[in-house]
C-alpha cells in the first residue's frame, strides 16, 4: 500500500492562503486519481478535489475558484492550493490516491480557519 504524508496544515485567518502537500512513498505517475478529502468536527468525510489522470479535475462547489488542485510526478507529490480560506474550511484534509483499484489515505493534517 502506498503511504502518503500530509503537510502544510496550520492556523490561518479568514482570507488567508494555505498549501498543503502530500508526498507519496512511490511513483504517482501511474495513478489513476489523486484527490484530496476533508472532515469537518461532526460531518462526514466529503471531496475537496479530485484529479482523474486522462480527465477532468473535479472540485466541491465550495471551493471552486478558490482552491487548486496540482500534482507533480517528478516528487511524487500532491498539492492543494487553498486561497480565501473561509472560516467553513475548517477540517481535517486528507490525501486519497488510487492505484489499480486500490485506495490509500494518508494521515491527515488539520486546517483551521479563525474569523
Known amino acids: 500500500q502506498v503511504r502518503l504524508v500530509e503537510s502544510g496544515g496550520g492556523l490561518v485567518q479568514a482570507g488567508g492562503s494555505l498549501r498543503l502537500s502530500c508526498v507519496a512513498s512511490?511513483?504517482?505517475?501511474?495513478?489513476?486519481?489523486v484527490a484530496w478529502y476533508r472532515q469537518a468536527p461532526g460531518k462526514q468525510r466529503e471531496s475537496v478535489a479530485i484529479?482523474?489522470?486522462?480527465?477532468?479535475?473535479n472540485y466541491a462547489d465550495s471551493v471552486k475558484g478558490r482552491f487548486t488542485i496540482a500534482r507533480d510526478n517528478v516528487k511524487n507529490t500532491v498539492y492543494l492550493q487553498m486561497n480565501s480560506l473561509k472560516p467553513e474550511d475548517t477540517a481535517v484534509y486528507y490525501c486519497?490516491?488510487?492505484?489499480?483499484?486500490?485506495?490509500?489515505w494518508g494521515q491527515g493534517t488539520q486546517v483551521t480557519v479563525s474569523s
Open positions: 484529479f482523474i489522470t486522462g480527465g477532468p479535475v
Open positions: 486519497y490516491t488510487q492505484r489499480h483499484g486500490l485506495a490509500s
Open positions: 512511490e511513483s504517482i505517475s501511474g495513478f489513476s486519481a
